[in-house]
């Protein structure tokens, strides 16, 4: 069964820093391209962060260049999304996200194939 794990979201000061994680079983993730989302209340899901099968390419939203850093260790079948400065318009459900078999980053919500259940993230002013 293919699984996808988050973790690390919670409640932080403007400004401050967090870190998630995904976890990820039930399959060989090293060849897909991944991506962290995130969807706010009334608003679509969108793509936030975005990494190809080996962690040479990145993709960030305009939003969070320059303070968020997307990660993964293919040993550990790891995903990560550092957070820093972090802005109450931060604030949603974080998503992980796999697109199977495609190696390289897409922003298309459609195009992954595998999702994990969220982790909320509420930056305070």
């Known amino acids: 069964q293919v699984q996808l794990a988050e973790s690390g979201g919670g409640l932080v000061q403007a400004g401050g820093s967090l870190r998630l994680s995904c976890a990820t079983s039930?399959?060989?993730?090293?060849?897909?391209?991944m991506g962290w989302f995130r969807q706010a209340p009334g608003k679509e899901r969108e793509l936030v962060a975005g990494?190809?099968?080996?962690?040479?390419?990145?993709y960030y939203a305009v939003s969070v260049k320059g303070r968020f850093t997307i990660s993964r260790d293919n040993a550990k079948n790891i995903l990560y999304l550092q957070m820093n400065s972090l802005k109450p318009e931060d604030t949603a459900v974080y998503y992980c996200?796999?697109?199977?078999?495609?190696?390289?980053?897409?922003?298309?919500?459609?195009?992954?194939?595998?999702w994990g259940q969220g982790t909320q993230v509420t930056v305070s002013t």
């Open positions: 996200a796999a697109d199977k078999d495609r190696m390289v980053i897409t922003t298309t919500v459609g195009d992954y194939d595998y």
């Open positions: 039930g399959r060989t993730f090293g060849y897909d391209a």
């Open positions: 990494i190809n099968w080996s962690g040479s390419s990145t």
